[in-house]
């Protein structure tokens, strides 16, 4: 009632081919998902308004996704961050808020709060997929270990700082295979280590 609601929040990863992405075409295709989903139940209710960040080609792209989904009848706007200029369908002039206005202040924070959780989403996607990608190249570690040798030094970046004694110490991480490990991730990170760093 009148604030955020995070356990309704939903992430979406994008399909579109890499070369083909831009944030109007995944705009497009996440609303699509999203209004597609009010019939099997993946979203609890409908929303009151949709609001989008960008100006008239966001706009554009949200109503006809909106339209595509059969969501036609539920408003949408786009915020322009530039100015804080309101887009709305049909006005070819965008609606100015008053600076200090509640409106606005709500615009805004809703914008913001959206910013925040794709931010957080981003960097949790791209740090899975780093720590993930490197500890599938270390030699001799299976999912045993590598699960063994996050719990131990918590990340990837303190596990590159660890000499092969420290990462001998953990259980069942022999010492050739930490001495490969430690060599390793010298090597990627373009390092020279000795044992006793």
Do not use: C, W
Not at 165 to 176: K, N, R, S, Y
Request: aromatic share 6%; no cysteine.
């Amino acid at each position: 009632a009148g604030g955020p609601s995070p356990a309704s929040y939903r992430r979406f990863r994008v399909r579109a081919a890499t070369q083909d992405a831009n944030d109007v075409l995944m705009l497009g295709e996440v609303l699509r998902r999203r209004f597609a989903r009010r019939e099997d139940g993946g979203f609890a209710s409908t929303p009151d308004l949709v609001i989008v960040d960008g100006g008239k080609p966001q706009l554009g792209v949200a109503v006809a996704a909106l339209r595509e989904s059969g969501a036609d009848g539920i408003p949408v706007v786009a915020l322009a961050k530039r100015e804080e200029e309101l887009f709305v369908p049909g006005t070819a002039t965008p609606l100015l808020l008053s600076q200090g206005s509640p409106e606005l202040f709500l615009v805004k924070r809703v914008r913001d709060e959206a910013h925040r959780f794709a931010i957080t989403y981003h960097r949790e996607t791209r740090g899975k997929a780093m720590t993930a990608s490197a500890l599938d190249h270390l030699p001799g570690i299976g999912p045993k270990r590598k699960k063994a040798l996050l719990k131990t030094f918590g990340s990837l970046k303190r596990l590159a700082a660890a000499s092969a004694t420290e990462i001998a110490a953990v259980p069942g991480i022999p010492a050739d295979v930490a001495e490969d490990v430690a060599a390793f991730l010298a090597e990627t990170r373009g390092g020279v280590r000795s044992d006793g760093e």
